[in-house]
């Protein structure tokens, strides 16, 4: 079993930056790829950035690229996800979640793929 808390969640000004982390514990491996999704008011969940097992590849949603920078720390066993230049739209609770598919050498962007959730942060974003 993994475990998964995010942190780092708060409001920010338009145009501010944060930064999410996501530190697992439990029955932990550094070769689950990682996943950030987020979920507005109403909206589905959607994908957000992740990560795999070696940090050589990362994949970004179109609304969020260039802005989101996803990494990972495996000897701390956490991921992080920094925002920058954020905007109302980018209001969510964001949760982190683990591919528990070893060396996995692609990013998912399905929800379904991945089995280990956290409990979401709240990012909310004023203009």
């Known amino acids: 079993q993994v475990q998964l808390v995010e942190s780092g969640g708060g409001l920010v000004q338009a145009g501010g930056s944060l930064t999410l982390s996501c530190a697992a514990s439990?029955?932990?491996?550094?070769?689950?790829?990682m996943g950030w999704f987020r979920q507005a008011p109403g909206k589905e969940r959607e994908f957000v950035g992740g990560?795999?097992?070696?940090?050589?590849?990362?994949s970004y949603a179109d609304a969020v690229k260039g802005r989101f920078t996803i990494s990972r720390d495996n000897a701390k066993n956490t991921v992080y996800l920094q925002m920058k230049s954020l905007k109302p739209e980018d209001t969510a609770v964001y949760y982190c979640?683990?591919?528990?598919?070893?060396?996995?050498?692609?990013?998912?962007?399905?929800?379904?793929?991945?089995?280990?959730w956290g409990q979401g942060t709240q990012v909310t974003v004023s203009s």
């Open positions: 979640a683990a591919d528990s598919a070893r060396l996995l050498a692609y990013v998912p962007r399905n929800y379904g793929e991945y089995d280990y």
């Open positions: 439990g029955r932990t491996s550094s070769n689950y790829v």
């Open positions: 990560i795999n097992w070696s940090g050589a590849r990362t």
